[in-house]
Nanobody, 124 residues
């Protein structure tokens, strides 16, 4: 299984970006897909996740601003990021898990597959 993230870039605060994560293999349609991010000098943190049936869990820091979605037919996941803030600056990673329970959804070690990351830079 391979994940390919794209769509990062540089924007000013208040701007928007849309990230994409394309997946190969049947894992995409079986499991949970998620976005994590890692800011410079910080640990990787959970952003949001989506189940195959569309159920979503998001970090409080992005609720109301970021929207995760997935197109199972295209094996692609998206992250629409609006009202971006400088503190959103990070490398964003997509991840996939074929078997995960809700209580572990924010734990990055539970995800077996990872994309290469795409950089998002938000200037003030």
């Amino acid at each position: 299984v391979q994940l390919q993230a794209s769509g990062g870039g540089s924007v000013e605060a208040g701007g928007s970006l849309r990230l994409s994560c394309s997946a190969s293999g049947r894992t995409f349609n079986r499991g949970v897909m998620a976005w994590f991010r890692q800011a410079p000098g910080k640990e990787r943190e959970f952003v949001t996740a989506i189940w195959r049936n569309g159920n979503i869990v998001s970090a409080d820091s992005v609720k109301g601003r970021f929207t995760i979605s997935r197109d199972n037919a295209k094996s692609t996941m998206y992250l629409q990021m609006n009202s971006l803030k400088p503190e959103d600056t990070a490398v964003y990673y997509c991840a996939a898990s074929t078997s995960i329970i809700l209580s572990q959804i924010r734990n990055d070690v539970q995800y077996e597959h990872w994309g290469q990351g795409t950089l998002v830079t938000v200037s003030s």
